[in-house]
């Protein structure tokens, strides 16, 4: 006979630890993403690509510091370094969309943030590749939290 036991306050630890993993693995990704596009590609990036990096290549380091063992308390240290590169993402996918106006001109000097040199499927950019990571880090952050404050 199956029975379903009830979760217990070590189940939704277990959870909250799966949750950041997965943070950290998304947090990975991108950071590795945006080494191969530089240094393989050869695609350098304009200065809100730099500044997103700026938010991104520190979670790779953090994360793990709440993983073993593992420390709730690591969202509070993560969550604000995805809010803001989630803020520089949105902005730069709204300056390659022409959204922004014309005479606020982040970049300025170097390359240009409007021109993509990547584009797959017709849509998807680089900024947006960054906006979607930064917001799924953000989802499982929130909800990392809420499992454990129970």
Known sequence: MNTIEPEGPGDSLDSAWVLVFLVWLIASASTLGALFLSQVMGIAPCVLCWYQRI???PLV???PAGLFPFDARIVRYA???TVAGWMIALFHVLVVAGIVPENIRPCA???PCKDQPIEWFGFL???LLSLIAFSAIGLLL???HFKVSK
Do not use: A, D, N, S
């Open 55 to 57: 938010f991104m290549f």
């Open 61 to 63: 380091f953090v994360l």
């Open 79 to 81: 969550f604000p370094l």
């Open 109 to 111: 000097q170097g390359i």
């Open 125 to 127: 950019t680089i900024p």
């Open 142 to 144: 929130v909800l990392t």
